[in-house]
């Protein structure tokens, strides 16, 4: 189901039909250094986590991380969505891109986007992000789309402190 659309990106929920896709992404050695080893082996790992994750997320709360396709030819190039973690009180921005796809614009265009259906569409009224304290791209990227980092976090259950960057909605006039 198509989410939302860019000049270049169509934004549409995740099925287990992208295995293949997040097998790729979710192993990509930057994905493994940054965000973690997610235990997806196989393409049924990867189906089960495409389920038990963004599909059930869905279904729970009515958004999350969504299959990011370059409209001219509908191939997968990286996800994009918001998520709500039980960790935190405020929902959060997550992306990821395949290594192909990376500093073309492809994932600020998509966060924008995300951004902007989060407190128009969705009636947020604050987002934030983490990043690894060593992720100065993923941090540059939330700068440029309006997010600005606070502070430095630690994570409830793990051993390492995160960046955390924030937004609030736009004041209605």
Known sequence: MKVLETDR???????????????????????????GDKGVRTLDD???YIANGPVAMYGRVGF??????????????GI????KRDTFA?????FAFLPGFRSQGYAAEAA????AHGFDAIG??????ITSPDNAASGRLLEKVG???????????????????????????
């Open 46 to 48: 990867a189906r089960a």
């Open 9 to 35: 990106l169509v934004l549409r929920h995740l099925d287990t039909g992208d295995a293949a896709f997040i097998f790729d992404l979710v192993n990509d050695p930057d994905w493994l250094r940054y965000i």
């Open 64 to 77: 999350g991380l969504y299959c990011v396709e370059l409209k001219s030819a509908a191939t997968s190039i």
């Open 147 to 173: 997010l600005r980092f606070e502070r430095m976090l630690a994570i409830p259950g793990e051993d390492r402190e995160v960046r955390l960057y924030a937004c609030a909605a736009p004041a209605i006039e």
């Open 90 to 94: 405020d929902v959060d921005i997550g």
């Open 112 to 115: 924008r986007a995300t951004v």
């Open 80 to 83: 994009c969505g918001l998520i």
């Open 124 to 129: 947020l009224r604050r987002i934030i992000a």
